[in-house]
């Protein structure tokens, strides 16, 4: 280590997988992404809030909204043409990442239609549509990790469309996502598939748990309440990186290993600080381990970047002490199962609010531009 070399360099010294948690046009068109993939930024994922957002923002859709209000298009058909080929674009920007790591990383990541998270055959469905669509071998078909999606998971996989789980809070549904992708493989496998390009990763939330138990740690008002903030998100992810080794160390992944597949790496998601009074780069510096990716919005990117404390493997080692923890949350009266239950049920509610705003903002968008005055 040299004073030269920048907390994200330690990142991907130690392992990591540094992916930015955002997307727009402006982005990709400025120059921007490109300039964050050589900063070293190695995947993209994107979800229906985010792109709310970069559609709500400046004109840089203005044009294809034109286009699209001239075909007739219906709001759903544009939402689905703007938001593809943006991944499409991102994607051909991350291109040589691709190649360069054998498929592992550059990645872009785009999400199912919210909508359809308790649909299997729909959820199926928007998968392939997607992944034909966009046409392209480093995206990532995003699927809700609920009961319904994981048979959509392991189609999707089986028919070799690579595949990002998200919406992960609690260690039981993680173990059910690692089922299903060994599942998947399985049948991609039995059905003569090469199953070197079939890439997934398992995005598991982590400050979205610290901001729903802390919260009831307090309600406490105890000392032993107190000392347990902020310390449910990373004691529950460290022990998803063991429920991880359980399996990539099983007879049953190692035969998959053998004919060629990668396997499934977990993604700390949702690793902005919620809370001021934590470090702005708490959920990156305490989930530290080689094989993961850490996903980050920008303004969590650039804190890591400029001031990241990343001290080496932080996560090995962990899982006796991180069971101890959400013991102790447990024994004052805190279930972490119902936070999490809770927590599923909330983020599928965000996301389909997101998509439900990104639909009004594209239908405006038509109707102006139809009427030759572009998006404001």
Same mark, same amino acid.
Request: one cysteine or more.
């Given at each position: 280590?040299?004073?030269?070399?920048?907390?994200?360099?330690?990142?991907?010294?130690?392992? $990591?997988?540094?992916?930015?948690?955002?997307? +727009?046009?402006?982005? &990709?068109?400025?120059?921007?992404?490109?300039? /964050?993939?050589?900063?070293?930024?190695?995947?993209?994922?994107?979800?229906?809030?985010?792109?709310?957002?970069?559609?709500?923002?400046?004109?840089?859709?203005?044009? =294809?909204?034109?286009?699209?209000?001239?075909?007739?298009?219906?709001?759903?058909?544009?939402?689905?043409?703007?938001?593809? *080929?943006? $991944?499409?674009?991102?994607?051909?920007?991350?291109?040589?990442?691709?190649?360069?790591?054998?498929?592992?990383?550059?990645?872009? +990541?785009?999400?199912?239609?919210?909508?359809?998270?308790?649909?299997?055959?729909?959820?199926?469905?928007?998968?392939?549509?997607?992944? +034909?669509?966009?046409?392209?071998?480093?995206?990532?078909?995003?699927?809700?990790?609920?009961?319904?999606? @994981?048979?959509?998971?392991?189609?999707? /996989?089986? =028919?070799?469309?690579?595949?990002?789980?998200?919406?992960?809070?609690?260690?039981?549904?993680?173990?059910?996502?690692?089922?299903?992708?060994? *599942?998947? /493989?399985? =049948?991609?496998?039995?059905?003569?598939?090469?199953?070197?390009?079939?890439?997934?990763?398992?995005?598991?939330?982590?400050?979205?748990?610290?901001?729903?138990?802390?919260?009831?740690?307090?309600?406490?008002?105890? *000392?032993?309440?107190?000392?347990?903030?902020?310390?449910?998100?990373?004691?529950?992810?460290?022990?998803?990186?063991?429920?991880?080794?359980? $399996?990539?160390?099983? %007879?049953?992944? =190692?035969?998959?290993?053998?004919?060629?597949?990668?396997?499934?790496?977990? @993604?700390?998601?949702?690793?902005?600080?919620?809370?001021?009074?934590?470090?702005?780069?708490?959920?990156?510096? %305490?989930?530290?381990?080689?094989?993961?990716?850490?996903?980050?919005?920008?303004?969590?990117?650039?804190?890591?970047?400029?001031?990241?404390?990343?001290?080496?493997?932080?996560?090995?080692?962990?899982?006796?002490?991180?069971?101890?923890?959400?013991?102790? &949350?447990?024994?004052?009266?805190?279930?972490?199962?119902?936070?999490?239950?809770?927590?599923?049920?909330?983020? /599928?509610?965000?996301?389909?609010?997101?998509?439900?705003? @990104?639909?009004?903002?594209? %239908?405006?968008?038509?109707?102006?531009?139809?009427?030759?005055?572009?998006?404001?």
């Amino acid at each position: 280590m040299t004073s030269s070399t920048t907390p994200l360099q330690h990142l991907r010294e130690a392992g $990591v997988a540094v992916w930015l948690d955002d997307l +727009s046009r402006q982005r &990709i068109t400025s120059g921007g992404l490109a300039d /964050l993939v050589a900063r070293g930024v190695v995947g993209v994922t994107t979800n229906p809030t985010i792109f709310a957002s970069a559609l709500a923002s400046g004109d840089a859709y203005d044009a =294809q909204l034109r286009t699209l209000a001239a075909q007739g298009a219906s709001v759903e058909d544009a939402v689905l043409a703007l938001t593809t *080929d943006d $991944v499409r674009d991102a994607c051909d920007v991350l291109r040589p990442v691709y190649d360069a790591t054998g498929g592992v990383d550059g990645r872009v +990541s785009i999400e199912v239609d919210p909508r359809l998270a308790r649909d299997t055959a729909a959820t199926t469905a928007s998968a392939q549509t997607l992944w +034909s669509r966009i046409d392209r071998p480093n995206l990532y078909v995003k699927i809700p990790a609920t009961v319904e999606g @994981l048979p959509a998971i392991t189609a999707a /996989l089986a =028919q070799g469309i690579s595949v990002n789980v998200t919406l992960i809070f609690s260690l039981q549904r993680y173990r059910a996502v690692l089922d299903a992708f060994v *599942d998947g /493989l399985e =049948q991609a496998h039995a059905a003569g598939r090469d199953l070197a390009p079939i890439g997934s990763v398992a995005s598991f939330f982590v400050s979205r748990v610290d901001a729903a138990i802390d919260p009831r740690l307090d309600e406490l008002g105890t *000392d032993e309440a107190a000392a347990l903030r902020g310390t449910a998100a990373i004691a529950n992810a460290r022990l998803a990186w063991g429920v991880y080794q359980d $399996v990539v160390t099983s %007879e049953r992944w =190692q035969a998959l290993a053998a004919a060629g597949a990668h396997p499934q790496r977990p @993604l700390w998601a949702s690793t902005g600080v919620k809370d001021p009074a934590y470090p702005d780069t708490r959920y990156v510096d %305490e989930l530290v381990v080689a094989g993961t990716v850490n996903t980050m919005p920008e303004k969590t990117l650039e804190a890591v970047a400029d001031h990241g404390a990343v001290r080496g493997d932080t996560v090995t080692g962990t899982q006796d002490s991180s069971a101890a923890l959400l013991d102790r &949350i447990e024994a004052v009266g805190i279930s972490v199962d119902e936070v999490t239950d809770q927590l599923e049920t909330e983020g /599928l509610a965000k996301f389909e609010a997101s998509w439900a705003e @990104l639909l009004g903002t594209v %239908e405006t968008g038509l109707a102006r531009a139809g009427g030759g005055e572009g998006v404001r």
